[in-house]
């Protein structure tokens, strides 16, 4: 069980997230949608650090972080038990296709560098690149880079694994392939949340669809509750402006 507990956030005199409470399942594939600006990203971002909560708490099973009152260890500890895929893939570009899904394995887990270059090979043997790995970033398409992005995050088999926005810096002709590896993810029970603009993906593979507006979950419940019967105007004027009646 995942448990995020009022979690607030300020960006200057902004607040931007206001008092979050979410419960997430084992195998769980909840989708967060909503407008641009409502806090969607920055909650991913604050689940394992990348910025700093002002208020609240997380626990992944053993591991309870207190954002006003924490350790390093901590925090590192949250960490380890999360995977994060980028916007924009975030590759070290110096590093190969497998030496940037290594890594992790070696800097955070403390693998043999060998043992972590194997498993890497692995990992993009499964994700349909294992004739890549001696490839950089530079070789790649927009697809391919996200999809080492996805293995990167795979590879420290995280409890949770955060999607931000994973497919918007894509090119259209890339996207499927992006989608289908988080499809080929959601059938194996691996526990996600995921911010997107893909309506359709949410429909199709999401357990939960949570509508988050002005810093708060709105509404949320089945793909077929939050889309066939939406409650809330603001949700319903949402679905409009994105082309779901």
Same mark, same amino acid.
């Given at each position: 069980? =995942? ?7 300020? @960006? ?8 979050? /409470?979410?419960? +997430? ?6 989708? =967060? =949608? ?8 920055? *909650? ?12 609240? +708490? ?7 972080? /207190?954002?006003?009152?924490? #350790? ?16 924009? !893939? ?11 899904? $290594?890594?992790?394995?070696? #800097? ?7 043992? $972590? ?6 990992? *993009? /043997? /499964? ?8 490839? !950089? ?12 992005? =996805?293995?990167?995050?795979?590879? *420290? ?5 955060? @999607?931000?926005?994973? #497919?918007? $810096? ?8 992006? &989608?289908?590896?988080?499809?080929? &993810? $959601? ?8 911010? #997107? ?19 708060? +979950? ?6 077929? %509750? ?5 409650? %809330? ?10 082309? +779901?009646?």
């Amino acid at each position: 069980m =995942i448990n995020l507990t009022n979690i607030h956030k300020r @960006f200057g005199d902004s607040e931007v997230l206001k008092g979050i /409470d979410l419960s +997430i399942n084992k195998g769980e594939i909840i989708v =967060i =949608i909503g407008s641009s600006g409502t806090g969607k990203s920055t *909650l991913l971002r604050c689940v394992n650090f990348l910025e700093q909560a002002d208020q609240g +708490i997380f626990n992944i099973d053993d591991v309870t972080v /207190d954002c006003q009152n924490h #350790t390093k260890a901590e925090v590192l500890a949250l960490r380890r038990k999360t995977g994060f895929v980028f916007q924009n !893939y975030a590759l070290f570009s110096h590093m190969t296709a497998r030496q940037n899904i $290594a890594e992790g394995l070696i #800097t955070v887990q403390g693998w043999k560098k060998s043992d $972590a270059l194997a498993r890497a090979q692995q990992i *993009l /043997d /499964d994700i349909g690149l294992g004739d890549k790995g001696d490839s !950089y970033p530079s070789a790649l398409s927009g697809g391919q880079q996200q999809r080492v992005g =996805i293995g990167r995050a795979m590879a *420290l088999q995280p409890e949770l694994l955060l @999607f931000d926005e994973p #497919t918007s $810096a894509l090119d259209p002709e890339w996207v499927g392939e992006v &989608l289908a590896l988080m499809k080929k &993810l $959601a059938t194996q029970h691996q526990t996600m949340l995921v911010v #997107t603009h893909e309506m359709q993906f949410a429909r199709e593979v999401a357990d939960r669809v949570i509508f988050m507006a002005e810093g708060n +979950i709105i509404e949320q419940g089945s793909p077929q %509750d939050i889309f066939g019967n939406p409650q %809330d105007p603001r949700l319903k004027k949402f679905l409009n402006m994105v082309g +779901i009646e």
